[in-house]
């Protein structure tokens, strides 16, 4: 079982940038998609970024195409997600997890487990 801790959020301003971190350890990191997730108060966890396993691919949610950038270090267990021109529908608890299979590239909330304890990220206006 692999085990993600997430750090890097904290409260911003609008158009501010953030850049989150997810350390991993635990299973052989580097045959796993990794992706993000976060929750906002009310609603459902919803898909952001997932990166391949190789870190060949990546995908995003519409809503911040353009604006996120997810990357992995294979070597150092770590996922990172960049997030420029936040805004505040961005605010959020931003969770990393791991892909339940090895070698596959899905995004589907339920592919996913090993989930951390996530990190608050506030956007204000």
């Known amino acids: 079982q692999v085990q993600v801790v997430e750090s890097g959020g904290g409260l911003v301003q609008a158009g501010d940038s953030l850049r989150l971190s997810c350390a991993a350890s635990?299973?052989?990191?580097?045959?796993?998609?990794m992706a993000w997730f976060r929750q906002a108060p009310g609603k459902e966890r919803e898909f952001v970024a997932a990166?391949?396993?190789?870190?060949?691919?990546?995908y995003y949610a519409d809503a911040v195409k353009g604006r996120f950038t997810v990357s992995r270090d294979n070597a150092k267990n770590t996922v990172f997600l960049q997030m420029n021109s936040l805004k505040p529908e961005d605010t959020a608890v931003y969770y990393c997890?791991?892909?339940?299979?090895?070698?596959?590239?899905?995004?589907?909330?339920?592919?996913?487990?090993?989930w951390g304890q996530g990190t608050q990220v506030t956007v204000s206006s």
């Open positions: 997890a791991a892909h339940k299979l090895r070698y596959s590239v899905t995004w589907e909330k339920t592919d996913f487990g090993s």
């Open positions: 635990g299973r052989t990191f580097s045959i796993y998609t």
């Open positions: 990166v391949s396993w190789s870190g060949a691919g990546t």
